[in-house]
């Protein structure tokens, strides 16, 4: 199997198993409702660690654009596949998504909150404030490519590093997802959401389209620093990329200090 049919297979498992327990925790009937945000922390956690497992070794398992670009900025990764990851993992996305609709089939109709289903696939902030949901998706998706690097420099029992990287995601979701959900994932969240506007899923509202750029340019620039900041710091090695990274950061920054100025916090 080649490394783009991994990623597509490996996201595809993620957001199978990821949006499958947003939507049993959210829709009606479902055995599961109700039943609260660890639930779908642990079952996020599980979903990257079962992705992972499934192609780690075909693939190295990025499953996110955010680490792929990270890994790129750092050296880890031929920018020259950058593009066929990305694209890899967008259509699992989708594909995942398609899953978790078809699986949970009968129960869209049982469920009047509109939100409730949008949530299944993608990600809205608890108050909506650009400025801050931007930096809360910027930080947990640093702490993710940080900590993923940290974890790959320790040596573990074979095959046990995956385990550890969906105890990071749980941790990332139960101290830092509460704000936006935490996509803290392009692919995570942009997919589904997608896969939201073209399903037939009944009594759907809107797919949110105002707040889709967040969840895709926190991600991207907090992973990128992640990267950057692991390379610099912890492994000594001077790159002046950090600075332009982080100047693109605070100009975007900047940008959505002033939309949140003009929307009133809610």
């Known amino acids: 199997m080649s490394a783009f049919w991994g990623e ?16 049993g925790v959210s829709l009606k009937k479902s055995y599961a409702a109700n039943s609260g ?8 956690g599980l979903g990257v660690a079962v992705a992972a497992y499934s192609v780690g070794t075909i693939s190295g398992a990025h499953l996110n654009p955010a680490l792929t670009l990270g890994l790129a900025f750092i050296g880890n990764f031929p920018w020259a596949d950058v593009p066929s990851y990305i694209a890899a993992q ?23 909150d509109q939100g409730a289903k949008l949530g299944v696939f993608a990600t809205s ?21 940080l900590g993923i690097l940290a974890i790959g420099a320790n040596k ?42 073209l399903l037939p899923i009944a009594g759907k509202g809107g797919s949110n389209w105002k707040y889709a750029w967040i969840p895709v340019v926190g991600p991207l620039l907090g992973g990128s620093l992640g990267g950057l900041f692991y ?17 693109t950061a605070l100009v975007i920054l900047v940008f959505s200090l002033f939309l949140s100025r003009k929307n009133v916090v809610r």
């Not at 597509?8 to 939507?23: E, K, Q, R, W, Y």
């Not at 945000?37 to 996020?44: E, L």
């Not at 902030?125 to 650009?130: E, G, I, L, Q, T």
């Open 156 to 197: 573990f029992t074979d095959g046990l590093n995956p385990l550890i990287v969906g105890f990071l995601i749980v941790s990332i979701g139960l101290s830092l997802g509460g704000t936006t959900g935490y996509a803290i994932n392009p692919a995570r969240d942009l997919g589904p959401r997608i896969a939201h506007m």
């Open 37 to 44: 945000w660890i639930v779908i922390t642990m079952g996020w």
């Open 8 to 23: 597509f297979i490996g996201t595809m498992i993620l957001i199978a198993l990821g949006g499958g327990v947003c939507a």
């Open 231 to 247: 390379k610099n710091v912890f492994l000594g090695q001077s790159d002046a990329v950090i600075w332009a990274v982080s100047g």
């Open 125 to 145: 902030p608890a108050v909506y404030h650009p400025f801050s949901n931007l930096i809360s998706e910027m930080i947990g998706t640093f702490i993710l490519v």
């Open 90 to 112: 967008m259509l699992g996305a989708i594909v995942g998504a398609v899953l978790v609709f078809l699986h949970y089939l009968p129960h869209w109709k049982l469920t009047e």
